[in-house]
C-alpha cells in the first residue's frame, strides 16, 4: 500500500502540495485576522504563526522540486529563498522580538536570512525566463533595456525612502541600502521576463510574477515607513506571507516545455523603455533625481540604440536570405530551376568552357513516399541531395534540385567525361533499406558543344535520361512497389526481421508488474515486438554506421518512430499499437521525440517499451559498442530514472530482473 501511495503521488504532486498550500492560505487567514482585531492569539503566537505559514509556502516549492517532474532547480531556489527568509524570521522571533527598539542590535542574523533570499529569487526568475524562451541578441537586448529602464524608474520613485536610511554606521547603511537595491534587481529581472516572455509564460509565470510584484511592494512599503519613522506592524506584513504563497501557488501547476516561441522581434519592448528613461530625463531636469537614476536612464537610451542596430541587422541578413532563397530550393538548400536556368544559360553560350548537364530522376522514390510518409520522404531527399554534392564537389561540380525527385548537376568536363560523371551522380542517390530501394536514371548533354542555349539542353538531357528509365527492367520495382505499398499485417517477412522476442517478454513481464490488464498486455507486447519497424526507411549504411551520426542522419533515425506509427496503422486493429510505437523514444523529462511529451503525457505502454529497449540495447552487441552485463545496464537505468525514464517502470524492471 505504502508503495502504491508513494507511485500515485510521484504521478500527481498535487496530492501533497494542495493540501500544504491549504494549509498556508489559512495561516494567511489567520494573520488578516490577527491584524484587523478579530483574533484571540497573543502577540507571540501570533509570529510563530506567521512564520509557520512562510515555512509551509517554502515546503511546496521544496515538495515540488523533490517528486516533481521538470523545473526542479527553479522551485529548489524559489524554496530555499522563502524559507531561508522564513529562517530570518524565526531567528527575530526567538532573539529579538521581546527586546526594546533601542536595544535591538541591527543588522542581525535575521538580515542575513532576509537578504540571502534575493540571489535565490534572481537565479529562480532568470531559470523560469530560460525555460521558456531561447534567447537571441535580440532577446537579450530586449530583457536588458527593459531592466535598466525598470531600474531608472524605481530608483527614482524611492529616492526620497533612500535619503533617510543613509543614516548610522557603515554595516547599518549597506543592510539598509542592500533591501531596496535588491528589490530593484529582482522587480527588474521580474519586466526584463515579462517583456521577452509576453504573454507566453503560462500560469507559472503569472503567478510567481504577480508574487514578487507583491513581495517588492511589501518590501517598499516597509522601508518607506522605516525611512519616515512610520513603520507599524499590520496589514503590511501580510503582503510577504501572500507573495510566498502565490510563488508556492506556482508549483502546483504543470511543468512548461522547454521554450514558448524562438525569438522577440517586438518594437514595443525598446520604444518603451526608451519613453521611461526620457520621461525619467524629463523629471531630472524639472527636480533633481539622484545620479543613479539618471546614469540608469542614460544607459537605458544607449541600449536602445545598439537594440535597433541589431533589429537594423537581423532585417538586412533576413532580405539577404530571401534575395538567397529565391535561387535555393528550402528542402535541400541546393540550387532551384531558376538557378540551373542562370548557370546553365551562361553555361551554353558560344565559346563558354565545356560542360556536362546531368538530369537524374528517382526510382523508387513514389513507393518509399506513399509508404513511409512525407515526412520521412523529405528527409530522404535531404539527404539525397547532400549525397550528391559531396559527390560531384571534387570535380568542381554544381548539384540542383529540379523539383519532386527530380536532380541535376553542372560538372565541368567534356564528352569522355561523360560515363564516369554520370556513374558518380547515380550512385550518389542511390539508397537501400529493408523494404526499399532507390535508384537513379539519369540522362546527360555535353555544352556548349550538343546545345547551344538552357532550353535545348534541358529538353535533350531529359529525353536520354527517359530512355535509359524506359530500358530498365521493370520487374524489380513492380516487386519492391509491391511489398511498399502492402500492409504492416501481411507483409510478414518484411516485418520478422524487426521482431524481438525478448524485449517482447520482457516488456510483457514490466506489464505485468504494473498491473496491466490482459488486453493492455496483448497491445503492449506487440507494440514491443514491432518497435523497430520503422527503421525499415532507414537506410542500411546509416543504421550499421560505426562511426558517429551527423545532424541529418540523425533526423532520419529519430524519424523512425513516427514511421513505425504509419506502417502499423495501415491494419485499422492496430492503432493502439500505432499509437504505442509513435511515443516508443519519448523521455519522461520532455527532451525525447518526436512530440516531446513529458512524464505521464507519454503514454504508459511506450514508457515500457522505452525503459526495456534500453536495457535490451545495452545488453546487445551493436555496431558502435559491445555488451554490457545485465547489472550494468540496470545501473544506468536507474541513474536514468526520473529524467530519462519513468520511476515506476524503472522499479518494476529492478523488481522483475531481480525475480529472473
Same mark, same amino acid.
Given at each position: 500500500?505504502?508503495?502504491?501511495?508513494?507511485?500515485s503521488?510521484?504521478?500527481?504532486?498535487?496530492?501533497?502540495?494542495?493540501?500544504?498550500?491549504?494549509?498556508g492560505?489559512?495561516?494567511?487567514?489567520?494573520d488578516?485576522?490577527?491584524?484587523?482585531?478579530?483574533?484571540?492569539?497573543?502577540?507571540?503566537?501570533?509570529?510563530?504563526?506567521?512564520?509557520?505559514?512562510?515555512?509551509? =509556502?517554502?515546503?511546496v516549492?521544496?515538495?515540488?522540486?523533490?517528486?516533481?517532474?521538470?523545473?526542479?532547480?527553479?522551485?529548489?531556489?524559489?524554496?530555499?529563498?522563502?524559507?531561508?527568509?522564513a529562517?530570518?524570521?524565526?531567528?527575530?522571533?526567538?532573539?529579538?522580538?521581546?527586546?526594546?527598539?533601542?536595544?535591538?542590535?541591527?543588522?542581525?542574523?535575521?538580515?542575513v536570512?532576509?537578504?540571502?533570499?534575493?540571489?535565490?529569487f534572481?537565479?529562480?526568475?532568470?531559470?523560469?525566463?530560460?525555460?521558456?524562451?531561447?534567447f537571441?541578441?535580440?532577446?537579450?537586448?530586449?530583457?536588458g533595456v527593459?531592466?535598466?529602464?525598470?531600474?531608472a524608474?524605481?530608483?527614482a520613485?524611492?529616492?526620497?525612502?533612500?535619503?533617510?536610511?543613509?543614516?548610522?554606521?557603515?554595516?547599518?547603511?549597506?543592510?539598509?541600502?542592500a533591501?531596496?537595491?535588491?528589490?530593484?534587481?529582482?522587480?527588474?529581472?521580474?519586466?526584463?521576463?515579462?517583456a521577452?516572455?509576453?504573454?507566453?509564460?503560462?500560469?507559472?509565470?503569472?503567478?510567481?510574477?504577480?508574487?514578487?510584484?507583491?513581495?517588492? =511592494?511589501?518590501?517598499?512599503?516597509y522601508?518607506y515607513?522605516?525611512?519616515?519613522?512610520?513603520y507599524?506592524?499590520?496589514?503590511?506584513?501580510?503582503?510577504w506571507?501572500?507573495?510566498?504563497?502565490?510563488?508556492?501557488?506556482?508549483?502546483?501547476?504543470?511543468p512548461a516545455?522547454?521554450?514558448?516561441r524562438?525569438d522577440?522581434?517586438?518594437?514595443?519592448?525598446?520604444?518603451?523603455?526608451?519613453?521611461?528613461?526620457?520621461?525619467?530625463?524629463?523629471?531630472?531636469?524639472?527636480?533633481?533625481?539622484?545620479?543613479?537614476?539618471?546614469?540608469?536612464?542614460?544607459?537605458?537610451?544607449g541600449?536602445?540604440?545598439?537594440?535597433?542596430?541589431?533589429?537594423?541587422?537581423?532585417?538586412?541578413?533576413l532580405f539577404?536570405?530571401?534575395?538567397d532563397?529565391?535561387?535555393?530550393?528550402?528542402?535541400?538548400?541546393?540550387?532551384?530551376?531558376?538557378?540551373?536556368a542562370?548557370?546553365?544559360?551562361?553555361?551554353?553560350?558560344?565559346?563558354?568552357r565545356?560542360?556536362?548537364?546531368?538530369?537524374?530522376?528517382?526510382?523508387?522514390?513514389?513507393?518509399?513516399?506513399?509508404?513511409?510518409?512525407?515526412?520521412?520522404?523529405?528527409?530522404?531527399?535531404?539527404?539525397?541531395?547532400?549525397?550528391?554534392?559531396?559527390?560531384?564537389?571534387?570535380?568542381?561540380g554544381t548539384p540542383?534540385?529540379?523539383?519532386?525527385?527530380?536532380?541535376?548537376?553542372?560538372?565541368?568536363?567534356?564528352?569522355?567525361?561523360v560515363p564516369?560523371?554520370?556513374?558518380t551522380?547515380?550512385?550518389?542517390?542511390?539508397?537501400?533499406?529493408?523494404g526499399?530501394e532507390?535508384?537513379a536514371?539519369?540522362?546527360a548533354?555535353?555544352?556548349?558543344?550538343?546545345?547551344?542555349?538552357?532550353?535545348?539542353?534541358?529538353?535533350?538531357?531529359?529525353?536520354?535520361?527517359?530512355?535509359e528509365?524506359?530500358?530498365?527492367?521493370?520487374?524489380?520495382?513492380?516487386?519492391?512497389?509491391?511489398?511498399?505499398?502492402?500492409?504492416?499485417?501481411?507483409?510478414?517477412?518484411?516485418?520478422?526481421?524487426?521482431?524481438?522476442?525478448?524485449?517482447?517478454?520482457?516488456?510483457?513481464?514490466?506489464?505485468?508488474?504494473?498491473?496491466?490488464?490482459?488486453e493492455?498486455?496483448?497491445?503492449?507486447?506487440?507494440?514491443?515486438?514491432?518497435?523497430?519497424?520503422?527503421?525499415a526507411?532507414?537506410?542500411?549504411?546509416i543504421?550499421?554506421?560505426?562511426?558517429?551520426?551527423?545532424?541529418?542522419?540523425?533526423?532520419?533515425?529519430?524519424?523512425?518512430?513516427?514511421?513505425?506509427?504509419?506502417?502499423?496503422?495501415?491494419?485499422?486493429?492496430?492503432?493502439?499499437?500505432?499509437?504505442?510505437?509513435?511515443?516508443?523514444?519519448?523521455?519522461?523529462?520532455?527532451?525525447?521525440?518526436?512530440?516531446g511529451?513529458?512524464?505521464?503525457?507519454?503514454?504508459?505502454?511506450?514508457?515500457?517499451?522505452?525503459?526495456?529497449?534500453?536495457?535490451?540495447?545495452?545488453?546487445?552487441?551493436?555496431?558502435?559498442?559491445?555488451?554490457?552485463?545485465?547489472?550494468?545496464?540496470?545501473?544506468?537505468?536507474?541513474?536514468?530514472?526520473?529524467?530519462?525514464?519513468?520511476?515506476?517502470?524503472?522499479?518494476?524492471?529492478?523488481e522483475?530482473?531481480?525475480?529472473?
Amino acid at each position: 500500500m505504502a508503495r502504491g501511495m508513494l507511485t500515485s503521488i510521484r504521478r500527481n504532486p498535487n496530492l501533497v502540495l494542495w493540501p500544504l498550500l491549504a494549509v498556508g492560505i489559512a495561516g494567511l487567514l489567520a494573520d488578516l485576522a490577527f491584524s484587523a482585531g478579530l483574533g484571540a492569539l497573543d502577540s507571540g503566537l501570533h509570529h510563530w504563526l506567521y512564520q509557520a505559514a512562510l515555512l509551509v =509556502a517554502a515546503s511546496v516549492c521544496l515538495v515540488r522540486a523533490a517528486i516533481g517532474t521538470g523545473d526542479r532547480v527553479l522551485w529548489l531556489c524559489f524554496g530555499l529563498g522563502i524559507g531561508v527568509w522564513a529562517g530570518g524570521g524565526v531567528y527575530w522571533v526567538i532573539a529579538l522580538a521581546d527586546l526594546p527598539p533601542r536595544d535591538t542590535p541591527y543588522p542581525s542574523f535575521a538580515d542575513v536570512g532576509y537578504l540571502l533570499a534575493y540571489p535565490l529569487f534572481y537565479v529562480g526568475v532568470l531559470l523560469l525566463i530560460r525555460r521558456r524562451i531561447r534567447f537571441s541578441a535580440s532577446t537579450w537586448l530586449d530583457g536588458g533595456v527593459a531592466a535598466l529602464a525598470s531600474a531608472a524608474l524605481l530608483t527614482a520613485i524611492l529616492e526620497p525612502a533612500l535619503v533617510g536610511l543613509t543614516k548610522g554606521d557603515l554595516a547599518t547603511v549597506a543592510t539598509n541600502l542592500a533591501y531596496p537595491v535588491g528589490d530593484v534587481i529582482l522587480l527588474a529581472c521580474l519586466v526584463a521576463g515579462a517583456a521577452v516572455v509576453g504573454r507566453g509564460g503560462g500560469r507559472a509565470w503569472a503567478l510567481i510574477g504577480a508574487g514578487i510584484l507583491a513581495w517588492g =511592494a511589501a518590501d517598499s512599503n516597509y522601508l518607506y515607513q522605516v525611512a519616515t519613522g512610520d513603520y507599524v506592524a499590520g496589514f503590511g506584513d501580510s503582503i510577504w506571507l501572500l507573495a510566498a504563497l502565490l510563488i508556492a501557488a506556482a508549483a502546483t501547476t504543470r511543468p512548461a516545455t522547454d521554450t514558448v516561441r524562438v525569438d522577440v522581434h517586438s518594437i514595443a519592448v525598446p520604444v518603451i523603455s526608451a519613453v521611461t528613461a526620457i520621461c525619467v530625463l524629463a523629471w531630472d531636469h524639472l527636480e533633481r533625481l539622484g545620479d543613479t537614476s539618471v546614469i540608469l536612464a542614460l544607459a537605458t537610451l544607449g541600449i536602445v540604440v545598439i537594440r535597433m542596430a541589431a533589429s537594423f541587422r537581423e532585417n538586412r541578413r533576413l532580405f539577404e536570405g530571401a534575395l538567397d532563397k529565391s535561387e535555393t530550393d528550402p528542402l535541400t538548400g541546393l540550387g532551384n530551376r531558376r538557378a540551373v536556368a542562370r548557370d546553365l544559360g551562361r553555361a551554353t553560350v558560344p565559346g563558354a568552357r565545356e560542360s556536362i548537364f546531368v538530369i537524374l530522376d528517382l526510382d523508387g522514390f513514389k513507393a518509399y513516399n506513399d509508404r513511409f510518409g512525407h515526412p520521412a520522404g523529405d528527409k530522404l531527399l535531404r539527404r539525397l541531395g547532400h549525397c550528391l554534392a559531396v559527390a560531384i564537389a571534387p570535380g568542381g561540380g554544381t548539384p540542383y534540385r529540379l523539383g519532386g525527385d527530380e536532380f541535376c548537376a553542372l560538372v565541368p568536363g567534356g564528352e569522355a567525361q561523360v560515363p564516369g560523371v554520370l556513374l558518380t551522380a547515380a550512385k550518389a542517390l542511390g539508397e537501400r533499406g529493408q523494404g526499399f530501394e532507390i535508384a537513379a536514371s539519369s540522362g546527360a548533354v555535353v555544352v556548349p558543344a550538343e546545345a547551344q542555349d538552357a532550353t535545348e539542353a534541358m529538353r535533350i538531357a531529359d529525353i536520354r535520361m527517359y530512355v535509359e528509365k524506359s530500358s530498365r527492367s521493370t520487374s524489380r520495382s513492380r516487386d519492391i512497389e509491391t511489398v511498399l505499398t502492402g500492409t504492416a499485417v501481411s507483409a510478414e517477412t518484411e516485418l520478422s526481421d524487426f521482431r524481438g522476442p525478448r524485449r517482447e517478454r520482457l516488456a510483457v513481464a514490466v506489464g505485468r508488474m504494473l498491473s496491466f490488464d490482459r488486453e493492455a498486455l496483448a497491445v503492449l507486447g506487440r507494440a514491443a515486438e514491432l518497435h523497430d519497424i520503422g527503421k525499415a526507411a532507414i537506410p542500411e549504411r546509416i543504421l550499421h554506421k560505426r562511426g558517429p551520426l551527423d545532424p541529418d542522419e540523425w533526423e532520419l533515425i529519430r524519424s523512425h518512430t513516427t514511421i513505425g506509427q504509419r506502417i502499423v496503422a495501415g491494419a485499422p486493429a492496430m492503432t493502439p499499437v500505432a499509437e504505442l510505437l509513435r511515443s516508443t523514444h519519448e523521455r519522461w523529462d520532455g527532451a525525447g521525440y518526436p512530440d516531446g511529451l513529458l512524464g505521464e503525457e507519454i503514454p504508459f505502454g511506450s514508457r515500457v517499451i522505452f525503459v526495456c529497449d534500453a536495457f535490451e540495447a545495452m545488453t546487445e552487441d551493436r555496431p558502435y559498442r559491445v555488451a554490457v552485463s545485465d547489472e550494468v545496464a540496470l545501473l544506468e537505468i536507474l541513474i536514468g530514472a526520473g529524467t530519462q525514464f519513468d520511476p515506476d517502470v524503472v522499479d518494476a524492471l529492478v523488481e522483475v530482473q531481480a525475480s529472473a
